[in-house]
């Protein structure tokens, strides 16, 4: 996210559950990141300078196969297309709400596909 107080909300957040949070505030600093970094699931604001969240999800999904996409946005306007690179697309209105129940579907659909695979 490149709206930094959200960005340090979020990790803090996230942090006090028990995760262990990697920040970025561009879409290429979280690809290089996420290049020497394993992680779990990517959350992606759409609107940031340089990448959009969609173009990010589309590399991330490169490095990453696995790792499930959140995607954020400040508007609900964001195109269809642009949706189809998240897993999930939530808001920052309901951000609150919502992403920790998506994180937790995320996860337990990851862990799902790989008791499949046993």
Sequence with gaps: ???QD???????FLESLGYTVLTASSGRKG???ASV???DVVIVD???PEMNGQEVAIEMERLRPHAPIITLSGTADVPEQSLKSADVFIT???LAS???PAIAQLQADLFDRHAGQD
Excluded: G, I, P, R
């Design 31 to 33: 690809l290089d990141l």
């Design 1 to 3: 996210d490149d709206n």
């Design 37 to 39: 970094h394993s992680v």
């Design 98 to 100: 919502q992403l920790l």
């Design 6 to 12: 959200l960005l340090e909300c979020e990790k803090a």
């Design 92 to 94: 920052k209105s309901l």
């Design 46 to 48: 759409y609107v940031m």
